[in-house]
């Protein structure tokens, strides 16, 4: 096919044969089996297209490793927007940067980041709509309550093979952060070393301790665990080796993806 739609080719392989009850990821007590995952997309999608989010239209992301995070990544992803993962430990400088070279229309956090967001609102003019994925505060949409009311079929938008994805800010380390777009086709290289080279599928368990707003993370535990089937392992706190272990022993990872620091 000449089009695709990245959410579509990521879960919808595992749907198409029967695998709605598949765990997609593991979260402390919490299980999202692929079924699940998928309802979670549909409604995220139609409650953000509800919201006046369009295709082309950047939108900045900044959410702890949960649940959230994929059905909120997928559910843009499927109507055509383009999700813009942020770090969580962004100075304010830099996501005021980041809200103006990206033109975003909408900017989705979790409570935890309100006190960040208003720091920033002191340092950019630019002023996106704010969508929070958990409480109820002041001038943002609560994505929960508008879920609610969302439709439960949402039809993908489908776009050329090189048309943007994603796009993914450089750390900024030799000058500003640079937004490093991301095509569609980007999911055949993850489906391409996840399944060819290293063989995962389904009831493989896969823990990267780095945060999914990397690109080694997402690569590996995002995009390419969806796309075989496996099974990705999240946990929203900061890494350290007690955390790390804990995990490990409770979870039993079939793929463990670090970095020596």
Not at 185 to 190: C, N, R, S, Y
Not at 226 to 241: E, K, M, N, Q, S
Request: proline share 6%; hydrophobic share 40%.
């Amino acid at each position: 096919s000449e089009t695709t739609n990245m959410a579509e080719a990521l879960i919808g392989p595992v749907l198409q044969r029967g695998g709605e009850g598949d765990p997609a990821i593991l979260c402390g007590d919490d299980i999202l089996t692929y079924g699940d995952l998928s309802i979670l997309v549909n409604k995220a999608g139609n409650a953000f297209r509800g919201l006046g989010i369009r295709q082309g239209d950047r939108v900045l992301i900044m959410l702890h490793d949960t649940p959230e995070y994929f059905y909120v990544y997928l559910g843009l992803l499927k109507i055509g927007a383009v999700p813009v993962g942020l770090s969580t430990r962004l100075a304010p400088q830099d996501t005021a940067y980041t809200i103006e070279d990206s033109e975003c229309s909408y900017f989705i956090l979790e409570d935890y980041f309100k006190k960040h967001y208003e720091e920033v609102l002191a340092l950019t003019s630019s002023r996106p709509r704010i969508v929070c994925t958990d409480r109820e505060i002041p001038h943002a949409v609560n994505l929960q309550t508008v879920m609610k009311e969302a439709d439960l079929d949402l039809d993908a938008v489908l776009m050329p093979w090189d048309s943007p994805a994603l796009w993914m800010y450089s750390s900024g380390t030799t000058g500003k952060p640079k937004g490093v777009i991301h095509q569609q086709k980007t999911i055949l290289a993850a489906a391409r070393l996840m399944g060819d080279v290293l063989q995962i599928g389904p009831g493989d368990r896969i823990y990267g301790t780095s945060k999914l707003f990397f690109a080694f993370s997402f690569a590996h535990c995002f995009l390419g665990s969806l796309y075989t089937g496996a099974t990705t392992i999240v946990d929203p706190r900061w890494p350290d080796p007690e955390i790390v272990a804990a995990n490990v022993e409770k979870f039993r990872p079939t793929l463990m993806l670090s970095v020596p620091t």
